[in-house]
């Protein structure tokens, strides 16, 4: 019992930063209709920033100056990529962010080595006892800082201007572009603030329980592309609910794995995908996701 | 496009229609003979043939894996170019197609029979090897059918995780981490091995040299057999299910029949590549089946041109060869070192940045890749028009 209620925290702490991730992918997807599989490397440059920069600027400052980091790279990729394409196929454009994926993650993995980088977090390895229950603080920061920062991104999508022409963009580009919106500018904000929530995730990726950040953190970027697929490319509360199934999924997985031996060793980390085939069988554009349809 | 550049051994009836559409009504397209790709591919037929006798092991070596990755790219470019499937999950079926040969080919080993094997003729092991390939597209096809784009792609990942996880964890048949030997190819008597020994025309001709033969003969037939399905009715059929799933439907083509189809025809060239793969590896190693293995793929179509076989044997060389190019001559560049030495770029880091950069590039500056690029130049070397009065960029235009 205990065991499973501290299971269920972890995984909602963790849940919390895929949904972080795979909130950033929809964000992208819905202001540019292009999946962004460059996403691990944006989370990758974020971590990265904050780890080689918190000893000598402290580790706030060092955070935000990854979070800003990313997000540059963020808006850069969709100033020097999405907007100078002429490819009409979105796909494509999806598969050129894999080009950019390749060199920015093959270029990091050499600059971190065979290194495991700390972060600095005020957080170490302390681990708080509620009852019986203990749990580690960085997944209660986990959870709290997630937390705070999905709920203002879901309220500034629904109440500011920014998030009234980020929708009008996602509904018809052409008619919000009539109507005064300037697309460029609302493109480039969603791949910047995508940036930035990288960024934060990967903070919380490589803090305890795990070691730091090494060049297989952006490995535990792609787990939220399960997330924001249950949810529905198109959905922010499928992000959310999405990096929420993911996380308990993996949470709960890993520590029963010792009854589920049979299944094989590292089965936590497969499970998510598992997962993600069985909804996508139900259906085919995940939870939330708009069911597509055709006027011919 | 593919209608004006059908070539010579063509039936009857597409010959008479690519004579009346091809080349915006002007002249019928000459006989193979008085074109310039008939010479060139008569030509490379014979450099490619000759090849084992004159260049030494590493190029043979670069050459089977570019060839094994020239037929993986095929399937990949029948689904994703072709037919506009995304897949990341090519890694997994080249997988299967490589550990079922193994597992198909090899007797039962270790001291109390920890490995299977079915011991089969290997020429069999490889058919069923594919199969196999193709059976694990087939499982996959409920989602392949009915999810499309980027939903399939990001699905498609999920093949690759569960396989490592397969190909770590189910020891008896995969050999865990450590692999599993390959059994040497026997087709006819003759052993695609360094022994028994055989030497033609003054050159000892060993695993390579054999092996060589064995993979042009795979990537030929690979190729070829794709053309057909390319330029016939299913190749229609793909490319309007690409261009517009609906009409598709609307006009009559079993639209999640076909994407199924097409899936399982991928997969079934994946487990071919795998195959070759294996031989010349002569060891299968889990690591190397991984999801970067999958984008090597997409950046094979990608660079080469979508939709086409062309394009695909194309990108897949140029993806296969830069690493081994560039670890053959690392002391020679500038900024590349041999791996583990110094702060200098290892060659296999410089060929990835090198080829991600080039799958950027190819997208924003040349849509279509590198092979419509190369046919253009060819045609422009092939055909000066002197005094043509409008001038040739009018007809780009056109054809656009």
Known sequence: MIKLLELLVNGVSIGAVYALIALGFVIIYRATEV?????????????????????????????????????????????LLIRRSKAENRHILAI??????????????RMIGADVLAMGDPWQNQVVRIGEVSIAQTRI??????????????????????????RAAAEDDETASLMGVRLGRVSMSAWAVAGGLAALAALFLTVFPTP????????????????????????????????????????????????????????????????????????????FGVKETARV | MSESSVSHPAPPESAVRAAAGGAGGGPGRPSWYRRPGGYLTAAAAVVLLAIPFYVEVFWLQAGLFAMAAAIGAIGLNLLTGATGQLSLGHAFFIAVGAYGYVAMAAEPAGGGGELLGLGL????????????????????????GRVSGIYLGIASIALVFIGQHLLFNAASVTGGFNGRIVPEFTL??????????????????????????LGLALAAGSALFARGVLRGRPGRAMNTIRDHPTAAAVIGIPVARYRAGVFVLSSMYAGLSGVLLALVFQQTVPDYFDLFLSLDYLAMIVIGGLGSVGGAVLGGVFVALLPQVLTRYADSLPLVVAAGTGD????????????GAAVVAVVLFIPGGLLPLWQRCRDAVARPRPNSAPPPSDDKEKTR
């Open chain 1, 35 to 79: 999946v962004n599989f460059a996403h691990a490397s944006l989370v990758l440059v974020g971590g990265y920033i904050t780890a080689v920069t918190h000893q000598h600027i402290g580790f706030w400052p060092a955070l935000g100056l990854g979070i800003a980091g990313a997000a540059v790279l963020g808006a850069a990729l969709e100033f």
């Open chain 1, 96 to 109: 050129a962010t894999i080009g950019i994926d390749i060199v920015i993650i093959a270029q990091l993995t």
């Open chain 1, 141 to 166: 920061a986990a959870f709290v800082i997630a937390a705070l920062v999905l709920t203002g991104f879901v309220l500034a999508f629904k109440y500011t201007s920014w998030g009234l022409s980020m």
């Open chain 1, 212 to 287: 730091g950040l090494d060049r297989a953190t952006s490995l535990a970027a792609i787990k939220a592309f399960p997330a924001a697929i249950i949810g529905g490319l198109d959905s922010t509360n499928g992000a959310l609910a999405g990096g929420l199934i993911v996380g308990l999924t993996e949470s709960l997985v890993t520590g029963y794995q010792g009854d589920l031996t049979f299944l094989g060793r590292g089965l936590g980390e497969v499970a998510p995908f598992i997962v993600m085939v069985a909804i996508l069988l139900i259906r085919p554009t995940g939870l």
């Open chain 2, 121 to 144: 003729p290997t020429p069999v092991a490889m058919v069923g090897a594919v199969l196999l390939a193709g059976l694990a597209g087939l499982a996959f096809s409920p989602i392949a």
């Open chain 2, 188 to 213: 006819l008597g003759l052993s695609f091995a360094d022994t028994p020994e055989l030497v033609l025309a003054g050159v000892p001709f060993g695993a390579l040299e054999r092996l060589w033969y």
């Open chain 2, 344 to 355: 200098g770029l290892a060659p296999a880091e410089a060929a990835r940045i090198l080829y």
